[in-house]
């Protein structure tokens, strides 16, 4: 699958004294001014952890954009996402602002993106462990545990890192095999939370992926 999304994190987290003032975060920089998880942090810890980086009430825009080998432009919307206590409505538009018909199952029109790209339900799922065969995993120098996240067929790992809670990759397997990935890019602090601005989701292996790009995201403050 999916995929979020992050933020060398570990070494400058060390020394960094405060939280980064800058708009944006690119997977090699500091997100905090101390470790947030102990060393016998749980799965489910960890997982409540990247929650924190999409607010369980809230309002997310953005825009998808899709590219074809060669670079040229394939598809282009832009999109509404609203959760308000366990309820999603996601609304997608196209280049003239017109409300485009989707079906919530597969891809998402002609793009790569799929409802979980958006929505990153898995990581309001149960059932969740540490992947032990892949312990001590590490991303572009980033350490990392992997979490193991189940819900009935479907199975996502999300590789964490484990100072600062940031997803910075994901992939969904289906009957063992490897189906969808998904990248984090780059984060940026809206107000005073940290959550994914750059993602990139497709298909194992796939030279182009589509984009998703966070424009803005709003908690939505009367919603308990």
Not at 12 to 29: G, I
Not at 125 to 149: N, P, T, Y
Not at 211 to 222: A, L, N, R, S
Request: aromatic share 6%; proline share 4%; net charge neutral.
């Amino acid at each position: 699958m999916t995929s979020l999304l992050a933020a060398a994190v570990a070494a400058a987290v060390a020394s960094a004294p405060a939280a980064p003032a800058a708009d944006t975060s690119s997977p090699l920089d500091s997100l905090a001014a101390a470790p947030v998880f102990s060393e016998d942090a749980t799965a489910a810890e960890m997982l409540a952890a990247c929650r924190a980086m999409v607010p369980e009430d809230v309002v997310v825009t953005g825009h998808i954009n899709r590219r074809s080998r060669h670079g040229t432009e394939v598809a282009a919307y832009s999109y509404r996402l609203k959760r308000v206590k366990g309820v999603t409505e996601l609304n997608v538009y196209d280049k003239s602002s017109v409300e485009v018909p989707f079906k919530k199952g597969g891809r998402i029109l002609d793009t790569d993106v799929t409802w979980s790209d958006l929505t990153l339900d898995y990581l309001w799922w149960k059932d969740v462990s540490f992947d032990e065969s892949r312990s001590g995993a590490s991303l572009q120098g980033i350490m990392c545990k992997v979490l193991l996240i189940k819900n009935g067929g479907r199975e996502v790992r999300a590789w964490v890192d484990r100072r600062t809670g940031a997803m910075l990759q994901a992939e969904e397997s289906t009957d063992g095999k490897v189906v969808r990935e998904l990248f984090c890019t780059s984060l940026k602090k809206f107000g005073e939370r940290w959550a994914p601005k750059n993602i990139e989701v497709g298909p194992k292996g796939a030279r182009y992926r589509t984009k998703i790009v966070v424009e803005d995201v709003q908690v939505v403050g009367d919603a308990k």
